[in-house]
T-cell receptor, first 114, second 110 residues
Framework: EAQVTQNPRYLITVTGKKLTVTCSQN?????MSWYRQDPGLGLRQIYY???????DKGDVPEGYKVSRKEKRNFPLILESPSPNQTSLYFC?????????????FGPGTRLTVT | EDKVVQSPLSLVVHEGDTVTLNCSYE??????LLWYKQEKKAPTFLFML????IEKKSGRLSSILDKKELFSILNITATQTGDSAVYLC??????????FGQGTRLTINP
């Protein structure tokens, strides 16, 4: 089954404790992206990757890191989480074409930083 | 600053009604506009629009893009309770960056 998986689905952590949220897709998609969703602010793009070893910042990259060592995986790293990073996080992937694409979203990771 | 604005933010109608959701945008280097439906958790893809005036249709849902006036509409006819969701509009711009609108929360009452 074609899908995007994220782990963990729920996480409660404390300020400053490094964490990684994993994202994996089995559709051989070139493009992968991370978003956060907050009430009243909608979805905002954190980082995206157009292929292996190619990553770029979205609109809200501060406090986050990513890596793309393999095509199927795109982990999101919070080196020193803070309470303002409490949010619902989505990973998404798509085929990349010159003008447009549709994205498949993972189930989401709800992160709480205390 | 790039922005995508959806209206209304919330809409409540009766089953069987027809609804129109709006999405206007101001972005640099526009590439395409996407519509998603978000029920409980992850958004699911509905439409991708790249050219003006060409209607995309899927069952009771349809959408059209106007690149001159910088907006898109999503129509749902003969609404059903299963159409209740948040509908998200997103614009793909420049180097494959996406900007999302705030979403329209649609509630269909039986």
């Amino acid at each position: 089954e074609a899908q995007v998986t994220q782990n963990p689905r729920y996480l409660i952590t404390v300020t400053g404790k490094k964490l990684t949220v994993t994202c994996s897709q089995n559709m051989n998609h070139e493009y992968m992206s991370w978003y956060r969703q907050d009430p009243g602010l909608g979805l905002r793009q954190i980082y995206y990757s157009m292929n292996v070893e190619v990553t770029d910042k979205g609109d809200v990259p501060e406090g986050y890191k990513v890596s793309r060592k393999e095509k199927r995986n795109f982990p999101l790293i919070l080196e020193s989480p803070s309470p303002n990073q409490t949010s619902l996080y989505f990973c998404a992937s798509s085929l990349w074409s010159q003008n447009a694409y549709e994205q498949y979203f993972g189930p989401g990771t709800r992160l709480t930083v205390t | 600053e790039d922005k995508v604005v959806q209206s209304p933010l919330s809409l409540v109608v009766h089953e069987g009604d027809t609804v129109t959701l709006n999405c206007s945008y101001e972005v640099t280097n526009f590439r395409s506009l996407l519509w998603y439906k978000q029920e409980k958790k992850a958004p699911t893809f509905l439409f991708m629009l790249t050219s003006s005036g060409i209607e995309k249709k899927s069952g009771r849902l349809s959408s059209i893009l106007d690149k001159k006036e910088l907006f898109s509409i999503l129509n749902i006819t003969a609404t059903q309770t299963g159409d209740s969701a948040v509908y998200l509009c997103a614009v793909v711009r420049g180097a494959q960056k996406l900007v999302f609108g705030q979403g329209t929360r649609l509630t269909i009452n039986p």
